[in-house]
């Protein structure tokens, strides 16, 4: 299958700095990716859909300014976590799918981020 | 995209088969099965998917009913390396620019 990558794994940072996140897809072209949030014992939860050339699409309840996505080129996306607090540590995964298998998406090994 | 109900969680018995059952009644005529898998601290993985016939792949197998209503996923051969959370998600196939709506899934525990 198709892969994706997430830099960094994980990252510690204190309070009220920020944290940039690459997804990248390797072996193929993505003009969308999302990105999804997972708190501990729970499911995962769709933060933004990130458009290459275009503005990212935000869940309600997610806040823009504090989540900066950038889509760049075709296959890379960042997730910039600006001003960090310890409410924001959690499991960030990325996804994309490939056109050529557009039923299926593939999703990024995550990156932890602990917020002291 | 329809709703999906799995249990809670589910043990099995090294070498044998696992069935994880996922019901999902209200699906649509373009609707997708899907299954992926999370195990402990990494990103969901992605298994098979099906729109109405059964499908195997090199890691499982599909069942779905011929009302579409509910589907089993089968590990012909579990091992402790499948132990993780398995989401069952319906979602339309084609639709490129949609996420995927996960649930609490099922977390499946292999035991030696």
């Known amino acids: 299958g198709a892969v994706v990558s997430q830099h960094p794994s994980w990252v510690i940072c204190k309070s009220g700095t920020s944290v940039k996140i690459e997804c990248r897809s390797l072996d193929f072209q993505a003009t969308t990716m999302f990105w999804y949030r997972q708190f501990p014992k729970q499911s995962l939860m769709l933060m933004a859909t990130s458009n290459e050339g275009s503005k990212a699409t935000y869940e309600q309840g997610v806040e823009k300014d504090k989540f900066l996505i950038n889509h760049a080129s075709l296959t890379l996306s960042t997730l910039t976590v600006t001003s960090a607090h310890p409410e924001d540590s959690s499991f960030y995964i990325c996804?994309?799918?490939?056109?050529?298998?557009?039923?299926?998406?593939?999703f990024g090994p995550g990156t932890r981020l602990l917020v002291l | 995209d329809a709703k999906t109900t799995q249990p809670t969680s589910m043990d099995c018995a090294e070498g044998r088969a696992a069935n994880l059952p996922c019901n999902h009644s209200t699906i649509s005529g373009n609707e997708y099965v899907y299954w992926y898998r999370q195990i402990h601290s990494q990103g969901p993985q992605y298994i098979i998917h099906g729109l109405k016939n059964n499908e195997t792949n090199e890691m499982a197998s599909l069942i779905i009913t011929e009302d579409r209503k509910s589907s089993t996923l089968i590990l012909p051969h579990a091992t402790l390396r499948d132990t993780a959370v398995y989401y069952c998600?319906?979602?339309?196939?084609?639709?490129?620019?949609?996420?995927?709506?996960f649930g609490p899934g099922t977390r499946l525990s292999v035991l030696p």
């Open positions: 998600i319906v979602r339309v196939g084609d639709n490129y620019g949609q996420n995927f709506v």
């Open positions: 996804s994309a799918s490939p056109y050529e298998s557009e039923e299926t998406q593939y």
